[in-house]
Nanobody, 123 residues
Framework: QVQLVESGGGLVQAGGSLRLSCAAS????????VGWFRQAPGKEREFVAR????????SYADSVKGRFTISRDNAKNTVYLRMNSLKPDDTAVYSC????????????????WGQGTQVTVSS
């Protein structure tokens, strides 16, 4: 079992940057693929980015491609989401999820979830 804790959210102006962290407990975090998802008020949760257990494969939602970068440091049991050129539409609660058996973009297939961190982008 793994526990996930997100951090790094906050209030930023449009065009600014933030780096979110997803810190995991447990010694086998390197066995987990990790995804980032977000949910804005009144909207469904949506896929943002994902990374394979080794970090060798990543993919992004079209809406963030070229602006966001997902990475991981398995020695630190942490996955990062670097967000540049932020837009007001990026405002949401961002959550990370982990799974040893799934690495896609469907949040329902992940096994473990964090509580989320709020990102607010002002215009």
């Amino acid at each position: 079992q793994v526990q996930l804790v997100e951090s790094g959210g906050g209030l930023v102006q449009a065009g600014g940057s933030l780096r979110l962290s997803c810190a995991a407990s447990g010694r086998t975090f390197s066995s987990y693929a990790v995804g980032w998802f977000r949910q804005a008020p009144g909207k469904e949760r949506e896929f943002v980015a994902r990374i394979s257990w080794s970090g060798g494969r990543t993919s992004y939602a079209d809406s963030v491609k070229g602006r966001f970068t997902i990475s991981r440091d398995n020695a630190k049991n942490t996955v990062y989401l670097r967000m540049n050129s932020l837009k007001p539409d990026d405002t949401a609660v961002y959550s990370c999820a982990a799974s040893t058996s799934y690495s896609g973009s469907d949040y329902g297939n992940y096994d473990y979830w964090g509580q989320g961190t709020q990102v607010t982008v002002s215009s």
